[in-house]
């Protein structure tokens, strides 16, 4: 359990010791966490593995590479209104020494 759920996950579908199919199934088994929005970023761009992710709850799939544009759409797509939605036009850099936030599981 944590302090307080991400506002939006984002998930390789391969990972060391886990895969993202089974990181998903326990974020949406998860109390806490069903709700949190969650995207597949992956370089493997196998329609069966697209199709399951999709049937497991996750609300997008992007394959690597993707553009800038498209990843920022889903990501600003899937964030809830006004919960750390940035006010800055699409095309501006964000600063390297933005502050990152990563949960592990």
Do not use: M, W
């Not at 391969?14 to 089974?22: A, E, S, T, V, Y």
């Not at 593995?49 to 709850?57: R, V, Y």
């Not at 553009?67 to 759409?73: D, G, R, T």
């Not at 889903?74 to 990152?100: C, D, F, K, W, Y």
Request: proline share 9%; hydrophobic share 35%; aromatic share 4%.
């Amino acid at each position: 359990a944590h302090d307080a759920a991400p506002d939006l996950i984002i998930c390789d579908l391969h990972l060391p010791n886990i895969d993202g199919f089974d990181t998903l199934e326990r974020i949406r088994h998860d109390e806490g966490e069903r709700h949190v929005p969650f995207i597949f970023l992956s370089g493997d761009s196998d329609p069966v593995h697209i199709h399951h992710g999709l049937n497991l709850g996750a609300e997008a799939y992007l394959v690597k590479p993707v553009s800038a544009n498209e990843f920022v759409l889903a990501v600003r797509r899937l964030l809830p209104e006004g919960n750390g939605r940035s006010t800055r036009p699409a095309n501006e850099q964000i600063p390297s020494t933005a502050p990152r936030r990563t949960v592990s599981l």
